[in-house]
């Protein structure tokens, strides 16, 4: 019912093309996945997010479970059926929330007690919860309970996050019993070769069918980061998933997957799209600058998302400063539509052997190209 298959490997990057089987149909990596916070990503509609090519969305376990409850998906059908969308769903665990929320939470070997961000409710949060709420909302890939340490972090810190990251997998792993369900581990260490390491020990020690890469994308520099990747693709196993968590920026997408990653999500293209902030294959655009006032050539011209195809940038800036819904929504789209087609691209020429040529013609053309 779920299973992983590599096509390709670069030799000279370490990119990988696969294919990953799941009940509700097949991913093909590297691949990016939109994230639908609250069962819907934002100002997405389900066909339109099959047309701009989403394999699979993500769906967030903490903000679900407070609305509308995991017991109300659940008798809905699961959250397939709750939101309309037929093809796969990873959801998280909650974890992230852990951190995002730390100033509402008390964090112990045993649970995290929190209080909501909603209406200041006391709510207890721990592995045999994520996994309860995780099978309930019935996703095809779950994650493990962890705990996403600060950065910086210092390696005590870093460590004692390790440590209970590990002791909450081995109690997912127990609690979890749905079988048409994956249940990924999620490798933690902050910033520490040494940590890192012994994380991958211990969370591969316990076979998932995929690994999750937390603690990163959390304010470390992007060469930080490039390195704690070099280091996990040597590490991680060849034949199973890696997940870089909570990773949307192009360059960073890029450089994930010469780095072995295969899968990615994050917030970053729908929050910077409602802001007016776009991806293009030339660099970013912020389409509220005077500059386009008068531009009716096409946002850009090598996308084919729906604005690109049939709106021109002085009528997206009009939308904006407007604060027309419109406007939202397509820069949404647009910017969905560069993440998953920047995978989409990235898979093709990792099957073509021609990687390092497109990574290298990419680099160029973002940092060269765009502006504010």
Wanted: glycine share 10%; proline share 6%; net charge neutral.
């Amino acid at each position: 019912m779920f299973e992983f298959r590599l096509e390709a490997v670069c030799p000279r990057t370490g990119a990988r093309a696969g294919v990953l089987t799941t009940p509700h149909g097949v991913i093909r990596t590297p691949v990016f996945m939109p994230v639908g916070t609250q069962a819907t990503v934002k100002a997405m509609t389900p066909p339109e997010l099959e047309e701009i090519g989403a394999q699979i969305i993500l769906g967030n376990t903490y903000h679900l479970n407070l609305r509308p409850g995991a017991e109300l998906v659940a008798e809905a059908g699961g959250l397939h059926r709750f939101m309309g969308w037929k093809r796969p769903i990873l959801t998280d665990s909650g974890g992230f929330q852990v951190f995002s929320l730390a100033q509402l939470n008390k964090v112990t070997d045993r649970d995290v007690r929190c209080r909501s961000h909603l209406d200041g409710s006391e709510h207890v949060m721990s592995p045999e919860w994520a996994m309860r709420v995780q099978e309930l909302l019935g996703s095809d890939i779950a994650m493990c309970f962890d705990q996403c340490g600060p950065f910086p972090a210092t390696h005590e810190q870093a460590t004692a996050a390790l440590e209970r990251t590990t002791l909450w997998a081995g109690r997912c792993r127990a609690a979890h019993t749905r079988e048409d369900q994956a249940l990924f581990g999620i490798v933690q260490g902050s910033v520490y070769d040494d940590l890192r390491l012994q994380s991958v020990r211990e969370i591969t020690a316990m076979d998932f069918p995929g690994y999750g890469i937390g603690g990163l994308s959390v304010g470390e520099p992007h060469d930080v980061m490039y390195r704690i990747l070099d280091f996990l693709n040597g590490a991680m196993p060849r034949e199973r998933p890696r997940y870089l968590m909570g990773v949307g920026y192009p360059p960073n997408i890029v450089e994930g997957i010469a780095r072995g990653v295969d899968m990615f999500d994050c917030v970053l293209p729908t929050r910077n799209g409602r802001n007016g902030t776009l991806f293009t294959s030339f660099g970013r655009v912020n389409i509220k600058a005077q500059r386009y006032e008068r531009d009716f050539s096409p946002l850009d011209p090598e996308c084919d998302c729906y604005l690109c195809r049939n709106f021109t940038r002085a009528y997206l800036r009009h939308l904006y400063r407007c604060g027309e819904i419109l406007a939202a929504r397509l820069c949404t789209w647009h910017n969905l539509r560069a993440a998953v087609s920047l995978a989409e691209r990235a898979r093709e020429a990792i099957l073509a052997g021609t990687f390092p040529e497109f990574r290298e013609r990419f680099h160029e053309r973002f940092r060269d190209g765009g502006g504010a």
